[in-house]
């Protein structure tokens, strides 16, 4: 970088006048410059003098002689000025954006002594340094001021971060502290030899420099770095200013006739002193200034004087064009020559009016400090900018300003897909990544063979909610608050070709994919709408088809389709087929009826779809040579921008007025009915659900709008309205959350409300087990109110179920056995070993005469419903072994007959080994049935068993171990069949030996 003078901006004058103030707006635009005689002077970036206004005193009475300006610092959006003065205050005018707007004092900060020094970092946060030693943070937004610390002595310079996330202060006894606004502390970092009055912060460390003509390099813990000494050199005197570029890069340090340069040496990691700039007669420098794109420096000396210094390193011409400007090495500032040279008009009062949109200069600075390679324009109307760095790629968009870094390595073979106006698409082996202007990372990234920019759309959507405009009904007599306003919705989705009939739709924040569509004939054009909620799609038939994300509903919409495109900014399509232009203003009908298409007759080709402000048109190119304007329905148009702008009084005027005409609007009521209980509007959803027919939930916002107003007391504001608890709940219960409508009820103490929402749901237990939680008084009430309900509805099985969760075991068998539910009897008097253990005894000591005991009542409804392993298990249980292994065996259950039989009746192994094989044979289990066989003896029919099953080499193992005879000679007949057809013929000749000689 190099110092160069470059322009007068201010003239000096003939006595001491030293500026009070000097600053830059963070975008570039406006310089503003404080007056002894306490004047503001605001410049453009031209060093035009383009407004002047006064400032006053904190007290009229005292006079305008009362106060000097000691500083003045822009706002983050440079759209307001902060002036701090000696008489304790500081007044925040609003500017504007434009030069012609009213100069309006918008807050007043008074303090408890002289303002020294300030810096914004936030909107939310003005820092003010007070002569008393107090650093103060004020907020714009809330008109509020509080001290966040105190030091002994006065503040003598604010020095903020780069990233403005911490800032430093300065003390007249050398003390340097430090305050993070990411951890809310301060800390003393060091004490430097005298007070700072040059003080600077950046990501490298802390630079430091005042009255002992030494600027001395700190880390931010406080240890000394680097130490340059100048009190030695002929001529120099105190450093009075200081001022870092916007990467903390580069820091100048203004003295005497002097400003000396300081760069950050990357390799070293130190600071290296450049060449210094000597302006003889400049006197003693008080304040400087940087520009944010670092290009133009401003300095103000004592005598009142305000130049400018130019710190371009070089310049350069591209594509004869283009001025590229080197700040730096790792920075450069494009201008646009042909913009500069184009006629500019004016308005009526001589403000200078520009292309929309347009920057006249736009910035390409590396973050990282990497110098700039080579720098590319490229795109439509050479739009694009595009600059390589030796770790790093960086893209700028000219017209908007905005520019990305993003970390790349590569060959510089990649391609540039630049057709979309927030995302350039880099094709890279193979890949494909997206990068947002303005934002340093990749969106995503995406692999297909296909990478045609028109078969790839990607949609970036991010919509503040701000609160429902007012209608004209509702009382504007203090301001509302929306419950969701504030909140931001982020979409990022890509549609992209997998292979020439399928498409895939892939959430890019999380790399979900989120459809996958296959088509019958290869697709050649996709887009996605602005919200990425519908895709257009044609194929090589020119058929076009609209896809609905939410429902998955493919439509098919028109033929011979040559031009189609989304109206910007809406769901409205546009598209033309032969010499029809089709237009759809509601694509939210899922039929697809062409009864919905708008059509009318062009003679040409459509070039485009144009919107601004006041009109949308569809221009077409008739005859080759005319253009031609078509106009389309912009009050259709608008339902959607009234639903973005939360204007719903005026989307439900459109679609009253719609209804009136013979429109379907049903589609689009059902929408606003969704935005509208999003946003606590009952009136309005109520409109909506009433054109719907659906008349159940009228009733249903009716009576949360009369519950809600009921325990107020009386009617009730929207706003308080929509917050209301009662409201939320319900709200939510119409959501089907019913969760969250016990959260908020019981967030208000309303647990009764919250107990009687699961009672009308029918979800006894979750009402059950809301009340035990929190312990609710009517506990009981509420156990038996249940009981006395299920016993109403015919659920006894349920009623046995509290009874046996109470301890009342028999009531529930008996509940149980009313309920024909002898299983669930069985288990519940298995589990209790104390009552086993009594029904057995009155089981063994019974009479005849004497009352059925529980055991054979409950046997004998299981045998009933055919569970006669249950009552095996339960006369195992009691000791009836005899009978236990008979339910076994005739409930098929012979593992535990057998069993049972082994220890206590063993004769009878052989015979239930005989029956479990007999029934497993039944069942054309012969696999199963084989082993239970050999257990029993009977070898033939186990031999059987295995040849049914086709286990050949089991059943001629087993038949090997008989002696050859008539009963056997059949087996193997069948064991010789099956050889035969496998192609073993050597035992075929064996087995049929053994046969001939039976």
């Not at 089981?843 to 009933?864: C, F, K, W």
Request: proline share 2%.
């Amino acid at each position: 970088m190099r110092l160069k003078y470059l322009s007068s901006v201010v003239s000096a004058s003939d006595e001491i006048s030293c500026a009070g103030a000097l600053c830059y707006s963070p975008n570039g635009r406006k310089l503003a410059v404080g007056t002894p005689d306490r004047h503001i002077l605001l410049f453009d970036d031209k060093f035009r003098r383009r407004d002047k206004f006064g400032t006053k005193p904190m007290e009229p009475k005292f006079g305008k002689m009362s106060y000097l300006i000691k500083c003045a610092v822009f706002s983050p959006d440079s759209a307001k000025l902060a002036v701090g003065q000696t008489d304790h205050i500081v007044f925040v005018y609003r500017l504007g954006d434009t030069w012609n707007e009213k100069k309006v004092i918008c807050n007043k900060f008074a303090q408890s002594s002289a303002v020294m020094a300030q810096c914004w970092p936030t909107e939310s946060k003005l820092i003010i340094g007070l002569l008393d030693g107090k650093v103060r943070c004020a907020s714009a937004s809330s008109n509020k001021c509080s001290t966040l610390y105190r030091a002994e002595t006065a503040v003598t310079v604010l020095a903020q971060h780069p990233n403005r996330k911490s800032f430093l202060s300065g003390h007249s006894d050398g003390t340097i502290f430090l305050y993070s606004f990411e951890t809310r502390s301060h800390a003393r970092v060091c004490v430097h030899p005298c007070a700072p009055q040059a003080l600077l912060l950046s990501a490298v460390g802390i630079l430091a420099a005042g009255t002992d003509r030494r600027i001395v390099s700190y880390s931010e813990h406080g240890r000394q770095l680097q130490q340059f000494d100048y009190s030695r050199v002929d001529g120099e005197k105190e450093f009075s200013a200081a001022a870092l570029d916007a990467l903390g890069h580069n820091a100048v340090f203004g003295s005497f006739n002097r400003i000396r340069l300081m760069c950050w040496n990357q390799r070293r990691g130190a600071w290296d002193e450049a060449n210094s700039l000597i302006i003889h007669n400049l006197y003693t420098v008080c304040s400087l200034a940087w520009k944010s794109d670092g290009s133009t420096l401003i300095c103000a000396n004592i005598l009142g004087a305000v130049i400018a210094i130019d710190c371009a390193m070089r310049k350069t011409i591209l594509r004869n064009r283009f001025e590229v400007t080197f700040v730096s090495p790792s920075q450069a500032i494009i201008k646009d020559l042909k913009l500069e040279k184009m006629p500019k008009g004016g308005d009526e009062n001589g403000e200078e009016v520009q292309m929309d949109g347009v920057q006249q200069s736009c910035v390409l600075r590396s973050a990282k400090g990497h110098e700039l390679g080579d720098i590319r324009i490229m795109g439509r109307d050479q739009r694009y900018a595009i600059a390589y760095t030796t770790s790093t790629l960086i893209l700028a968009d000219m017209h908007t300003g905005l520019s990305s870094e993003i970390q790349w390595q590569s060959g510089r073979n990649e391609k540039f897909f630049l057709e979309n106006e927030n995302v350039a698409y880099i094709v890279n082996a193979g890949e494909i990544s997206f990068v947002e202007y303005g934002r340093n990372e990749l969106v995503g990234w995406i692999r297909t063979e296909r990478a045609n920019p028109h078969l790839i759309s990607v949609r970036l959507y991010r919509h503040k909610l701000n609160k429902p405009k007012e209608t004209d009904n509702d009382d504007q007599q203090q301001p509302r608050k929306w419950p969701n306003a504030g909140k931001e919705e982020e979409i990022s989705r890509v549609a992209y070709l997998l292979d020439a009939k399928t498409i895939a739709v892939v959430n890019l924040i999380n790399g979900v994919q989120l459809a996958q569509l296959g088509h019958g004939s290869p697709i050649d054009w996709l887009e996605l709408n602005e919200r990425a909620n519908k895709l257009l799609f044609r194929d090589l038939r020119a058929a076009l088809h609209l896809y609905s994300l939410e429902n998955g509903i493919t439509t098919h919409l028109v033929g011979h389709c040559s031009y189609v495109q989304w109206v910007p900014r809406s769901d409205v399509i546009v598209a033309q087929s032969n010499e029809q232009i089709c237009v759809w203003y509601n694509t939210d009908e899922q039929n697809g009826s062409t009864e919905r298409v708008v059509h009318f007759t062009v003679q040409g080709e459509v070039e485009q779809v144009a919107r601004d402000l006041s009109r949308t048109e569809v221009i077409v190119l008739e005859n080759g040579v005319q253009r031609v304007a078509y106009e389309l329905d912009s009050a259709l148009i608008e339902f959607g921008t009234a639903l973005d702008e939360l204007d719903l009084g005026r989307a439900v005027a459109f679609l009253e007025q719609s209804e009136r005409q013979g429109i379907d609007v049903q589609t689009m009521w059902r929408r606003l009915a969704q935005v509208a209980l999003q946003h606590g509007q009952l009136m309005v959803a109520q409109r909506c659900f009433a054109s719907l027919n659906d008349i159940v939930r009228v009733q249903f916002l009716q009576q949360t709008q009369m519950r809600a107003e009921r325990q107020f007391g009386g009617p009730m504001e929207a706003e308080a309205l929509a917050e209301h608890f009662e409201v939320r709940a319900r709200l939510a219960m119409m959501a089907k959350q019913f969760k969250m409508a016990e959260r908020i009820y019981l967030e208000n103490n309303a647990t009764a409300e919250a107990i009687a929402m699961w009672q009308r749901m029918g979800n006894w237990d979750q009402a059950l087990e809301l009340a035990k939680a929190v312990n609710w008084a009517e506990l009981d009430q509420l156990q038996a109110k249940h009981q006395l309900w299920l016993e109403e509805t015919g659920q006894m099985e349920k009623v046995a179920e509290l009874k046996a969760r109470e301890g009342l075991l028999h009531e529930a068998l008996e509940m149980f056995l009313s309920a024909n539910q002898p299983g669930k009897a069985a288990d519940l008097l298995l589990e209790n070993k104390q009552m086993l253990q009594m029904e057995a005894e009155r089981l063994n000591s019974s009479e005849e005469g004497d009352e059925q005991p529980m055991v054979e009542r409950i046997y004998t409804s299981l045998a009933q419903h055919e569970q006669l392993d249950k009552a095996g298990q339960m006369f195992e249980a009691v000791g009836q072994l005899e009978r236990a292994l008979d339910c076994f065996r005739r409930g098929h259950s012979y593992a535990k007959a057998i069993q049972i039989a082994r220890v206590e009746f063993p004769e009878r192994v052989l015979t239930l080994e005989s029956e479990w094989a007999d029934w497993l044979f039944e069942q054309a289990n012969y696999s199963q049935a084989v082993p239970h066989f050999l257990e029993a003896g009977n070898l033939l029919r186990a031999i059987d068993s295995s040849i049914r099953s086709r286990e050949w080499e089991k059943a001629l193992e087993i038949l090997q171990a008989l002696e050859p005879s008539d009963e056997t000679k059949p087996f193997y007949g069948r064991i010789a069949q099956h050889f035969e057809l496998d192609g073993q013929l050597d035992r075929v000749c064996h087995f049929q030996m053994i046969t001939q000689r039976l």
